[in-house]
């Protein structure tokens, strides 16, 4: 018997759409001035409320007292996103802050004097490198670092987060993404991740936070982008991937974290990086859907290092199984060298190569939840009716530049205005997707610890 | 804030001013001179936090540092070095745990999406074993009385199930969060757990045969609910041939297409299908050029003919069918 009344999740999601659908009616109905300044970013509001979050917060961010270095990311990536940075002292005081959070048997806690965590070493290792320069980069222990990671890893291939903490595949990518951007990965770190990390893909495409998890969108940005670092990527289902994550975004506009919850601007990077990444994943993918090779159109970036014994043939295993549960020995025989150059060159290569497929989701349609749903006067949200946070701002921010970039053939190329809604001064800085860093800092970042 | 939380803090008396921690120096927080993201933290909070440093520092585990990680998780439960600590004084201690789930439960009721406190239950629960897995259950079970969807406690859940055990009732209990309601993803992807890992049901293959069913009774009441599609497909993950050899796949398709409505998901596993050398009937064919806004397809072949309608009524998507049509595998 057909049920005649709405469930729970039918009227939430009522609830809010039509919410949505009423704001798009209101700025619809607008004289044409007042209707194009809606969809301008207001830069400079959202500037001063980051640099006066990092200067001072109330009481009521006790909650977030384990969280500070993440503080210092969502903001100090939120104003690089801007294309600002705040001064000199400013600068100065976030790199000492940080290196009081720093362990001195490595990795960085929540805050002083707290015990190291791989989420706010991600946070704090991003931060550096977006403020840059030889004093924040050197501030880093790598060595030091390197040991906190390895004392992380779990047999079962991936990482728990703390001493004694929680394996998941957030632990995974943070351990990953902080080996990669500093030119310390290596095999002992990535044993087995890849294992963990397929484990973890569900029947419906997308990547839950442990094994038989629902798929979910931060996740499965984790997920994808740890195993492009460890070049792994084909391992994953991606055709099945890449239709789930363009399932998620609604007749909002906006992006949903799972399959039939509500849209939620942060969703904008976690899903929308999603799909920045799979458009630099052509060959793979279409490799997956069983398509004759088509390689003189691009050319896989990740094959592109010194392990071409092992790796190259990736892409030539033609139409086999993707989610292939069989765990095939990366790079084997080589765990006493120093494997350094080739995989930690993923993430530089990656961000190299040609973008061989357009957008897959719609991203006109993204910033448009983004600019008059998700932006506040100052800050952005989650979605209409909830209140701006920090996290909110630098993911949502993330996703529009995801969006405004998803339409350039290369790296380093600048969008053309019809790719940018609203004024083209609205334009973002471009990010690594893998990394969630701005793109000049990484390159810095790369220089810098290439070095050394 | 618990009714509890609130009550230690309103008659709190200042730690200062206890005799038992009179012999301790407590430790501020190294913030340096110039601090960004400076909390300003209440009284309390510091006077807790500076308390909670010096036992720590002096990994001191004893009752009171029990008791003080007690109040300064009431400050903020996503503190994992109290969590942590706590932890190693509870093993000193050798503490009752049956106390210590009470505990959480009591945190989780204020903030139920929090790692570090599921994280604990965990831990607590694994120490207790298999005699707790009922009440682990019904802990979970409570939560989803609030909060149908609710990620930790369902990752929670699955722990418990497989480290110890209830697995009689599950399958059941799926099938009541979903009669309650059907878009509940996270009840689908929990059947999908049981279905697949239960060690009483038999496996994917011993259930394969009435799940298809159970799920395309849901897809025809609801075409528009993407769960039980994907619920459908993930049945056969990994072998399309056979999720085309089933006959009710296709005729489900068939069925929703023909009513013209809602039917973008169906169109969705089509094309899944067609990709897959899937042989359609001329029932579907029909249904197919039904739907398309050409009454006579210029597109001869079967998968362009479903990315155009797809573009067209499922806009939102139109640069996915878009590129769709251009990975087409060969077709022999």
Redesign the interface.
Known sequence: M??MSA????EEQWMVQNQVFRIYDLVCQLPPHAQSVNFELRRDNHIEYLIK???????N????????PW??YW?IHSIALLGDCVDD??EN??I??LQ?CQDPNGGY???????P?LATTYAAINTLITVGGHKSLSSINREKLYDFLLRMKDTSGGFR??????VDVRACYTAISVAGVLNILDDRLIQNAGDYIVSCQ????GIA??P?????GGYTFCGLAAMVLINEVNRL?LPAL???V??R???E?GFQG????LVDGCYSFWQGGVAAIIQRLRLV??EQ????NTSNFDSRTESDNDSSDSDGDQSSEG?S?P?NDSCQPIQKGKSNDSPRIGVNNNGYNFIRGPIG??????SM?LQQYILLCSQEEAGFRDKPGKRRDHYHTCYVLSGLSICQYSNIKEADSPPLPRDVMGPYSNLLEPVHPLYNIVLDKFYEAYEFFARS | MSEQAVEEESGRIPISQRPEWADVRP?P????P?????????DD?SET?DYF?AV??ADERSTRALQLTKEAIY???????VW?FR?LILEALNVDLREELHFVEQITRDNSKN?QIW?HR?WVAEKLGTHVATQELEFTREIFSQD??N?HA??HR??VL?ALGGWEDELAYCDELLE???????A??QR??VVT?SPILGGLEAMRDSEVAYAIKAIL?KPE???PW??L???Y??DVKSLGNDPRVGSVCLDVLMDKRDYVHAL?MVL?LL?HHYQPSNELKNAIDALSPDPTPSDSDLIQRVCSILQLVD??????W??RKT?V??QD
């Open positions: 057909e049920n469930t729970k999740t039918q979050s990092l200067k001072q917060l109330g009481p961010f006790a909650v977030l007292d384990a969280n500070r503080l210092c903001i002292k400013l005081d976030v000492e802050f009081r806690g929540g805050g002083p004097g707290q015990m965590h987060m703390h001493d004694g903490g929680e569900t029947y419906e495409g936070g442990e038989g998890s629902e798929a979910h289902d890449t239709n789930w363009v399932f975004q609604g007749v506009c799972r399959t039939n919850k993918v279409s859907m069983g398509l004759p139409a199984s989610a497929m357009r957008p897959i989701f719609n349609a | 430790v927080q190294d913030d340096g110039n601090p960004v993201v400076p909390i300003a933290y209440t909070f936090m440093r720590y520092l400050l903020n439960s996503g503190n994992y070095t942590q932890r790692y994280h965990r149908a969807k990620y369902w990752s699955q722990w497989q309650d309601d059907i878009f509940n993803n996270s689908w992807n999908y757990f890992r009441t609910n993407e769960s994907r619920y497909r993930g049945l993950k990994n969705n899944d990709c806009p939102i998507r139109a640069n996915y878009e590129w990975t595998p060969a």
